[in-house]
């Protein structure tokens, strides 16, 4: 293996604990930076992985956590309102010699990004780099399994802001860990610094979806709306952004437009695996 020794922060009940449990799977040595009033650490997912319990601003703290613990990877998967934190995990990482950072973005493409809310996640693996630490960046689009969230299914409706037939990228969030656990336990590190991928279980639309929705048994009608039901703040950014079709994984924050042919040109790298589709995660 390349790696065999990593430190994941951001171990929650979705991608970051699937993350830890595909790592152990493989034979990795994991430790779990929790902070000490994290509920998650009970996961069962978890099992196998060591708990430290840390303060993320402590510095001095995590980095003896990741040396003590010969920590070669730190793989973040921190929420994005945790994410302003990561430069404290990087300031750790550098002074432990990690070798390699893998920084909170399994979502829509970011490099590029000058301003706005994404701008944080672009800012930051530039930080990451100006102290040293390789960075690997993964984009798998719209998790599979946020779709019905996205959309208010629970209100008895799918939702769409506007008109939403834009190509874009979903990946269930077993093929988003697993992907993550086989590069780094079997890529060349000259394949992992610096480097980006961009996975893909499924290129459908938005509208394609709620189609499926309407054909199950009970259907959930789609509806076409001006705005989103109150509350529903994050659903109308990322829906605002499915418009545009920023939510492929082809997409170039250089040129502006989506690029289809690098969509899901990273799934090559994980050899005679099944990408699970929206319509088998979400039984539809």
């Given at each position: 293996?390349?790696?065999?020794?990593?430190?994941?922060a951001g171990?929650g009940p979705t991608v970051?604990?699937?993350i830890?449990?595909?790592?152990i799977?493989?034979?990795?040595?994991?430790v779990?930076?929790?902070?000490?009033s994290?509920?998650?650490?009970a996961?069962?997912l978890?099992q196998g992985?060591?708990?430290?319990?840390?303060d993320?601003?402590?510095?001095?703290g995590?980095?003896?956590?990741?040396?003590?613990?010969?920590?070669?990877?730190v793989?973040?998967?921190?929420?994005?309102g945790?994410?302003?934190?990561?430069?404290s995990?990087a300031?750790?990482?550098?002074?432990?010699?990690?070798?390699l950072?893998v920084?909170s973005?399994f979502?829509?493409?970011?490099e590029?990004v000058?301003?706005?809310?994404?701008?944080?996640?672009a800012?930051?693996?530039a930080?990451?780099?100006s102290l040293?630490?390789?960075?690997l960046?993964?984009?798998?689009?719209?998790?599979?399994?946020?779709?019905p969230?996205?959309?208010?299914?629970?209100?008895?409706?799918?939702h769409?802001?506007?008109?939403?037939?834009?190509?874009?990228?979903?990946?269930s969030l077993?093929d988003?860990?697993g992907?993550?656990?086989?590069?780094l336990?079997?890529f060349p590190s000259?394949?992992?610094h610096d480097?980006?991928?961009?996975i893909?279980?499924d290129r459908?639309?938005?509208?394609?979806i709620?189609?499926?929705?309407?054909?199950?048994?009970?259907?959930?009608?789609?509806?076409?709306?001006?705005?989103?039901p109150?509350?529903?703040?994050?659903?109308?950014?990322?829906?605002?952004?499915?418009?545009?079709?920023?939510l492929?994984?082809?997409?170039d924050n250089?040129?502006?437009?989506?690029?289809?042919?690098?969509a899901?040109s990273?799934?090559?790298g994980?050899?005679?695996?099944?990408?699970?589709?929206?319509?088998?995660?979400l039984?539809?």
């Amino acid at each position: 293996m390349p790696y065999t020794s990593f430190a994941v922060a951001g171990a929650g009940p979705t991608v970051g604990s699937r993350i830890v449990q595909a790592l152990i799977k493989r034979g990795a040595s994991v430790v779990v930076l929790a902070r000490p009033s994290s509920g998650s650490t009970a996961s069962p997912l978890l099992q196998g992985a060591k708990i430290a319990n840390v303060d993320y601003a402590d510095v001095p703290g995590v980095s003896t956590v990741l040396r003590d613990n010969n920590v070669e990877v730190v793989i973040s998967a921190l929420s994005f309102g945790a994410l302003q934190v990561q430069t404290s995990l990087a300031k750790a990482a550098q002074s432990a010699a990690v070798k390699l950072l893998v920084p909170s973005e399994f979502g829509m493409p970011t490099e590029g990004v000058t301003d706005g809310a994404l701008a944080i996640k672009a800012k930051f693996a530039a930080y990451a780099k100006s102290l040293g630490i390789p960075v690997l960046r993964i984009y798998n689009g719209m998790f599979i399994e946020f779709v019905p969230w996205l959309t208010g299914v629970e209100l008895g409706k799918f939702h769409l802001l506007g008109q939403q037939n834009k190509l874009c990228s979903f990946t269930s969030l077993d093929d988003v860990s697993g992907f993550v656990a086989h590069a780094l336990t079997t890529f060349p590190s000259s394949s992992l610094h610096d480097a980006t991928y961009r996975i893909e279980g499924d290129r459908t639309s938005l509208e394609a979806i709620g189609a499926l929705y309407e054909a199950r048994v009970p259907p959930v009608p789609v509806v076409h709306v001006e705005k989103l039901p109150d509350g529903f703040d994050k659903q109308t950014f990322l829906q605002t952004k499915f418009a545009e079709g920023r939510l492929s994984v082809g997409w170039d924050n250089y040129l502006d437009k989506d690029v289809p042919e690098n969509a899901a040109s990273g799934n090559k790298g994980w050899e005679g695996h099944h990408w699970k589709t929206v319509k088998e995660v979400l039984g539809l």
